[in-house]
């Protein structure tokens, strides 16, 4: 019973099913096919990659608030740079990339070095790098080269690319979680910080690498999302961290830091668009959404609290 309450993926894969075959039984004719399921991966394949990040800052007992804003960003810049300097694709990707590294850099010093509380850190970055999206994307830029936008708008097997970008990051990640030293040594800091630095473990650098990993996760991801769309948005990624702090949570991470895994990620953000899609379906006010994704986040942060006394 302890293992069942601490692998949480167990219960989701579960509710995931008994969602699915109720939907398919309320909408037999537009939820069970391929063009719904595609789609539905591929709403979801941008949250799923930002949510690898934040589920191995969450097993370190962190998390980052900055995301949604550097999704934002990093589209914007790329498309900026493209447009308006007439950089190549790869040079723009990379720009892009180091720019989001430099952000999740200067999270993780000011968090983990100088002792920054987290929450008002990356607040406060949120706002910053939201203002840089502003600034760079404007109202929107569009026209961008057509290699740039073939990164996600290409097909594999009747598949648009991100969802495959998804399926090898959740697949790497997962690898590296469970079988190297390096990243397992975020379970050690997240089950008890204290003694992890006493062992050895370098806790500080390993926040600040965690840090830098998400952020550039999410400018990957910014990348794919503005690909995808064709179009520079400086509004993309609002509410991304929130829906991605509840996939994370729903799939097995604990606020307290060491409990997690990667698969879990996916089959949260997997749910998450799964009642998303079943209220477009069944025609649910926009306004209602917003409610009940506010209301799954308080339900998931009520069970996480209610489980973990319960395990100890």
Request: aromatic share 10%; hydrophobic share 55%; glycine share 14%.
């Amino acid at each position: 019973m302890r293992q069942f309450l601490q692998e949480r993926t167990y219960s989701l894969t579960l509710t995931i099913l008994l969602v699915g075959v109720g939907a398919a039984v309320a909408f037999p004719q537009t939820f069970p096919t391929f063009g719904n399921w595609s789609q539905l991966l591929l709403n979801l394949s941008i949250d799923t990659i930002v949510a690898v990040g934040m589920m191995l800052l969450l097993i370190a007992g962190v998390f980052d608030l900055s995301v949604g804003s550097v999704v934002a960003f990093s589209g914007g810049l790329a498309a900026y740079g493209m447009i308006h300097f007439g950089w190549p694709v790869a040079v723009a990707i990379g720009i892009t990339l180091l720019a989001a590294g430099i952000i999740g850099a200067a999270n993780g010093y000011l968090i983990a070095y100088e002792g920054v509380n987290p929450m008002i850190q990356t607040l406060a970055m949120m706002g910053i790098v939201r203002g840089g999206a502003l600034l760079v994307s404007g109202s929107g830029i569009q026209n961008l080269p057509y290699w740039f936008n073939a990164i996600s708008q290409s097909r594999l097997l009747g598949v648009q690319m991100p969802v495959w970008y998804m399926l090898m990051t959740i697949g790497i990640f997962a690898f590296l979680m469970q079988k190297t030293v390096f990243f397992r040594r975020y379970y050690y800091i997240g089950g008890n910080e204290r003694a992890a630095d006493l062992s050895g473990i370098r806790v500080r650098q390993m926040k600040l690498y965690g840090f830098v990993l998400t952020s550039l996760l999410a400018g990957v991801a910014g990348l794919l999302l503005t690909s995808r769309l064709g179009t520079a948005l400086p509004t993309a990624g609002r509410g991304l961290e929130l829906r991605v702090i509840t996939a994370v949570i729903l799939g097995g991470a604990s606020l307290s830091g060491g409990h997690g895994k990667i698969v879990g990620a996916l089959l949260g953000a997997v749910f998450m668009g799964l009642v998303s899609n079943v209220m477009v379906l069944a025609r649910v006010s926009g306004y209602w959404q917003e409610i009940i994704l506010g209301l799954i986040l308080i339900v998931a942060v009520w069970t996480d609290l209610i489980l973990q006394k319960r395990v100890r």
